[in-house]
């Protein structure tokens, strides 16, 4: 299973920028994909996160309000809307996903997959 992102970019503070994420693969199924994001310095953290299941979601206090994560119309896709974007949101966004695929019948093996990373660049 791997997963890829695509969005992303160079904008002004208050600007808006969207991210998205496709899981592909073989005989797998997702359960929860989101996004976390590094800063230059500072360790990797989640910024927001949506189960498959039931759609729940959970955000970091510092970008609820300004940033929406969705499930996509495609399976196994996820979006990132970036509102109210501020130069600490700068940072390289990395898609994640995890659930289980099918080795065998009845035979299933947890999964988490990390994307290469979308940089974001925010400048006030």
């Known amino acids: 299973v791997q997963v890829v992102e695509s969005g992303g970019g160079s904008v002004q503070a208050g600007d808006s920028v969207s991210l998205s994420c496709v899981a592909s693969?073989?005989?797998?199924?997702?359960?929860?994909m989101g996004w976390y994001r590094q800063a230059p310095g500072e360790q990797r953290e989640l910024v927001a996160i949506?189960?498959?299941?039931?759609?729940?979601?959970n955000y970091a206090d510092s970008v609820k309000g300004r940033f929406t994560i969705s499930r996509g119309d495609v399976k196994n896709t996820v979006h990132l809307q970036m509102n109210g974007l501020k130069a600490e949101d700068t940072a390289v966004y990395y898609c994640?996903?995890?659930?289980?695929?099918?080795?065998?019948?009845?035979?299933?093996?947890?999964?988490?997959?990390w994307g290469q990373g979308t940089r974001v660049t925010v400048s006030a």
């Open positions: 949506i189960s498959s299941i039931n759609n729940n979601t």
């Open positions: 994640y996903a995890k659930g289980l695929i099918k080795e065998r019948p009845r035979d299933y093996r947890a999964f988490e997959v």
């Open positions: 693969g073989s005989s797998f199924g997702v359960e929860a």
